[in-house]
């Protein structure tokens, strides 16, 4: 599987392979990348991801803990967590998914 992560100046989307479970392969590379946007100010607790007709839903939960909120994060660290997620979930194109839409709490994620 492929997994793209953003370069340190987040300009570009660089590819990776690596390794998922076969049986929730959507999950668990959500899972990595989430992995790598927890800092010390900003965690997420949790999330869902529903894919439908093409379409994944990816739902966040921020940490109640979380002293940022989504909103509150940079435009790089919005590039590297929501650009992501994006290009991962499109490029890999044994999942059929040509849309991905952001959710917080099952509301519309807009910047």
């Known amino acids: 599987?492929?997994?793209?992560?953003?370069?340190?100046?987040?300009q570009?989307?660089?590819?990776?392979?690596?390794?998922v479970p076969a049986e929730e392969p959507i999950k668990a590379t959500v899972v990595k990348i989430l992995e790598q946007r927890d800092t010390?100010?900003?965690?997420?607790s949790g999330y869902r991801v529903n894919v439908k007709k093409g379409v994944a839903t990816v739902d966040l939960r921020v940490s109640p803990?979380?002293?940022?909120q989504l909103a509150s994060l940079s435009s790089c660290e919005q590039f590297a967590l929501f650009?992501?997620?994006?290009?991962?979930?499109?490029?890999?194109?044994q999942w059929n998914i040509k849309e991905v839409n952001f959710t917080e709490g099952g509301k519309e994620i807009t910047f």
């Open 12 to 19: 570009e989307l660089i590819p990776q392979q690596a390794s």
């Open 1 to 10: 599987m492929t997994l793209y992560t953003s370069d340190t100046q987040c």
């Open 65 to 68: 803990e979380s002293k940022r």
């Open 40 to 44: 010390s100010d900003f965690s997420l």
């Open 83 to 93: 650009g992501s997620l994006r290009k991962t979930l499109t490029s890999n194109v």
